[in-house]
């Protein structure tokens, strides 16, 4: 049966494009695409409202055209999965913690995540790495301000544990940063010469996440793909049992721009459709109770070990169908394209999506705590000079790559 999957980078909005050119691919070969998947920075922005949570310098800000797939008006023409980057609207994604449809046949894999689809299962965690956040807690809510709508993005100790909590072979993982260290493992002359300004964070070693590695050694996927860097870098892995891990990272969707791969699973076989990892949710069911949403730096949780007794419980909750309910909503208002409003308003709170409450209420757990609007003070904290995040298009404002 076999599956085709198609590979983009940083989607930065450009929906639109980036199904255009998964349809000249087929064209030119003549073979379908199975599924498209997103190595963050997709950018599910709904409305003007939700332009104001991305961070990211003003002159980026762009409506881009998820809008129009999220109110109907036009439909994925392939099954799509993403995981979020560091420029995203996070107060939808913050909505679907812990994944869910942003849109009809668009599947966001949440915070931290593991699913199934034609026979593969795929494993991903969003956002970027930064020290100083990583023990922090989910403590982000509307109305941020730069500092928290940056640290919004950054990857929490918890959905790193949850995920070394997973056992079994994973297909393939998605993330949208690099494992730190993942230069050693492939050309990094020819990564440093297109790339300059990386050379020294190589050389220091501080390129990339060091979790993502640490996972990576764990879980042994066949594939990692990745972005952020808007640059295509590939890498083979070896581990100790003779296997090897295929790392490929893809540039942004421009034209000219290596920003697509097609990658082949001709021994695939299941429906090509959504369905839940039975392991994932018992993971998620166990380690939900320790989650924080605090300010407040956490000790980090240990990996949780999943007794058969407890996937017999996931099978008999789901009654045996593990397949992701077709159950979008829209929580928000699309974009009116008669509208004469130049400039959206900050959101207050976070809404609850049903879907997520669906989950959460299957799985038998409580609903994370909403944080009120007077939890801004927290969310907005004195600002500490080393804690700057410098954005990367403000470091590489060329982003040039090289075909090879």
């Not at 609007?373 to 904290?381: E, F, G, L, Q, T």
Request: glycine fraction near 8%.
């Amino acid at each position: 049966m076999g599956l085709r999957i198609a590979i983009e980078g940083c989607g930065h909005g450009e929906l639109d494009r980036v199904y255009s050119s998964v349809k000249q691919l087929e064209e030119l070969d003549g073979k379908k695409v199975d599924l498209v998947v997103c190595c963050g920075d997709f950018q599910s922005v709904r409305n003007l409202d939700d332009l104001e949570c991305m961070a990211c310098p003003v002159k980026y800000r762009k409506l881009g055209s998820f809008y129009e797939y999220y109110s109907g008006v036009k439909k994925a023409p392939y099954p799509t999965v993403f995981v979020g980057g560091n420029h995203e609207a996070i107060n939808y994604l913050r909505e679907l913690y812990y994944g869910g449809w942003v849109a009809p046949n668009i599947y966001f894999m949440g915070y931290s995540g593991v699913i199934h689809f034609g026979g593969i299962r795929i494993a991903g965690i969003s956002g970027i790495f930064k020290g100083h956040d990583y023990l922090m807690g989910h403590h982000e809510s509307p109305p941020y301000d730069n500092s928290s709508m940056r640290s919004a993005y950054h990857v929490r100790c918890m959905e790193v544990s949850k995920l070394m909590s997973v056992t079994g072979h994973v297909d393939v993982f998605l993330s949208h940063d690099w494992p730190a260290g993942i230069t050693s493992y492939g050309d990094v002359n020819d990564l440093v010469r297109r790339k300059r300004f990386l050379a020294r964070d190589i050389e220091q070693n501080s390129l990339g996440s060091p979790p993502l590695m640490s996972l990576l050694k764990k879980i042994q996927p066949s594939y990692w793909f990745s972005a952020h860097l808007h640059t295509k870098f590939a890498a083979l892995v070896p581990h100790s049992d003779t296997s090897f891990t295929r790392f490929l990272s893809l540039d942004k969707c421009l034209p000219g721009r290596e920003f697509l791969q097609i990658v082949d699973f001709p021994e695939a076989s299941g429906p090509k459709e959504f369905s839940y990892d039975e392991q994932w949710l018992a993971i998620i069911k166990k380690t939900h109770p320790s989650l924080s949403f605090d300010r407040s730096p956490i000790t980090p949780p240990p990996p949780v070990e999943i007794h058969e007794e407890e996937l017999r419980h996931i099978r008999e909750v789901f009654q045996g169908d593990m397949k992701v309910p077709e159950n979008f909503v829209c929580t928000a208002p699309p974009f009116d394209t008669m509208t004469t409003q130049g400039k959206g308003n900050m959101p207050m709170q976070l809404l609850e999506n049903p879907q997520t409450k669906s989950l959460m209420d299957t799985l038998e757990i409580e609903f994370p705590a909403r944080h009120a609007s007077d939890n801004a003070a927290r969310n907005n904290p004195p600002p500490n000079p080393e804690m700057i995040d410098i954005d990367d298009d403000d470091i590489d404002p060329a982003i040039q790559a090289i075909l090879h």
